[in-house]
């Protein structure tokens, strides 16, 4: 868990005392690197009383070409302009191009928020 809230330094490197106790709405946490396999979930929960469904993995991406939207098959991650190295560790995360049985696509959706991949099928 991250703390999220006031820095203990000033601009110029100096010290701040803090005015309060860490609060549980400061509070953060570390991504959900959504992974290709089998379909794993969890549920976290969020502000006022909602709960958020994080993606661990998953093989099933919603796919859109030309206003249609089908299931299509994940097989393999390409490119990843977040990290290279998501590339090799098959990481899905928003902007990423995965390679589906529908053919290559960019991923819209933020998997590790949302619970699920939506997809653009991606003209090359």
């Known amino acids: 868990m991250q ?19 860490k609060k549980k709405h400061e509070l953060g946490r570390s991504p959900t690197e959504t992974t290709v396999g089998e379909p794993k979930f969890r549920t976290v929960d969020s502000r006022g009383g909602e ?11 919603n796919v859109t070409e030309d206003g249609e939207t089908t299931h299509a098959t994940i097989e393999d991650v ?25 053919g290559t696509a960019r991923v819209t959706s933020r998997p590790g928020q ?11």
């Open 114 to 124: 949302e619970g699920q991949v939506n997809a653009v099928i991606v003209d090359e």
């Open 78 to 102: 390409t490119e990843n302009e977040a990290n290279p190295n998501y590339v090799r560790r098959n990481i899905i995360t928003k902007g990423a191009l995965i390679e589906t049985d529908a």
């Open 51 to 61: 709960e958020k469904v994080r993606t661990l993995s998953t093989n099933v991406a």
């Open 3 to 21: 703390y999220q809230g006031r820095s203990k330094r000033t601009k110029t490197g100096g010290r701040s005392r803090p005015h309060s106790k």
